[in-house]
């Protein structure tokens, strides 16, 4: 049974940063696009990051150059590493697991299993 569980979040103030994590159990942690969603209230989910079994790395606009995705193979752990919060992050932050060609990295419903979702708030 695969699983992917999700901790790290909280309540922050802007420019402050986190550090969410994923465990995953169940599959072979690399040889899947590994990837962190997230969902604003009233919004849709949206793409945050990812990162695919070469190593490389995909972030939307709204957080390069402030959060990191990162993963150890050791812990079968998935990383996101926040910084410089702003207000508009607030959401609940889920990791996915999944095999998308590059073009549907940003997709969903490509995504085969999620974690519960880890909340983040981010006070002005």
């Known amino acids: 049974q695969v699983q992917l569980v999700e901790s790290g979040g909280g309540l922050v103030q802007v420019g402050e940063s986190l550090r969410l994590s994923c465990v995953v159990s169940?599959?072979?942690?690399?040889?899947?696009?590994m990837a962190w969603f997230r969902q604003a209230p009233g919004k849709e989910r949206e793409f945050v990051t990812a990162?695919?079994?070469?190593?490389?790395?995909y972030y939307d606009d709204s957080v390069k150059g402030r959060f990191t995705i990162s993963r150890d193979k050791t812990k079968n752990t998935l990383y996101l590493q926040m910084n410089n919060l702003k207000p508009e992050d607030t959401a609940v932050y889920s990791c996915?697991?999944?095999?998308?060609?590059?073009?549907?990295?940003?997709?969903?419903?490509?995504?085969?299993?999620w974690g519960q979702g880890t909340q983040v708030t981010v006070s002005a």
């Open positions: 996915a697991e999944g095999r998308p060609i590059l073009s549907a990295i940003r997709t969903t419903s490509i995504y085969t299993n």
């Open positions: 169940g599959l072979t942690f690399n040889a899947y696009t």
């Open positions: 990162i695919r079994t070469s190593g490389h790395e």
